[in-house]
């Protein structure tokens, strides 16, 4: 006599709904991390979140749509821990360094969110259709960093003029992070604290 493995769900009741699209979605997110979107299909999404794969189409019409919702999951769930690191910090290098705090935060508690950001990028590069669902998106990210800098124009830290100059070196900064070192939590700590003692002005003296 076999023993049966766990049963899948089918269709779920109204009650448990949400639930299973959230653990859709946090399947997806580290499928799609690991595999990339071209590997992942639904049929494994489908088993690693123990539903059956027609269950999926009950939330998603495609796994486009899925991945475009799990891009959407992952930033709200940055940028409202940016937005309220920032919350009430009035300078620009108090405001960067939270931000930076937090990246490493969110990273310890749960790498695959890096991950998966990190994999979008090489997503995009790859599937037209990746880059024209998921394009709204810059707005927002964008946006948040331009505020901060604009924090800085406005009290002195930042020189009129040298805006895109900060901007291209904050999304450097957090491409790096995100890219090159989120694997690793110390290397990631160690990068963190390297940018905030570079922009403190700390970390490397004038030549003579």
Known sequence: MTTPGPRRLGRPPASSSAD???RILDVARRCFAEL???????????GRAGIT?????????????????????????????????VDGVDSFR???????????????EDPSLAMFLGAARTDKSRHPEIA?????????????YRRIVERGVANGEIAKGNEP???AVISTVL????????????EHRRAVDGVQALFAGSLVEPAG
């Not at 990339?36 to 489908?46: A, D, P």
């Not at 709204?136 to 946006?143: A, P, Y």
């Open 20 to 22: 299973t699209r959230d």
């Open 36 to 46: 990339g979107y071209e590997s992942t299909t639904n049929k494994y999404l489908s």
């Open 53 to 85: 794969t027609g269950a999926i189409y009950h939330y998603f019409e495609s796994k486009l749509d899925i991945y475009a919702a799990v891009h959407d999951d992952v930033q709200d769930r940055v940028y409202q821990r940016f937005e309220e690191a």
């Open 94 to 108: 108090g405001q960067l360094d939270a931000v930076l705090e937090t990246a490493h935060d969110l990273n310890t």
């Open 132 to 144: 024209e669902a998921l394009g709204s998106f810059d707005d927002r990210r964008d946006g948040f």
């Open 165 to 167: 100059l900060v901007l």
């Open 175 to 186: 491409i790096g992070l995100t890219d090159a070192v989120s694997h690793d939590v110390a």
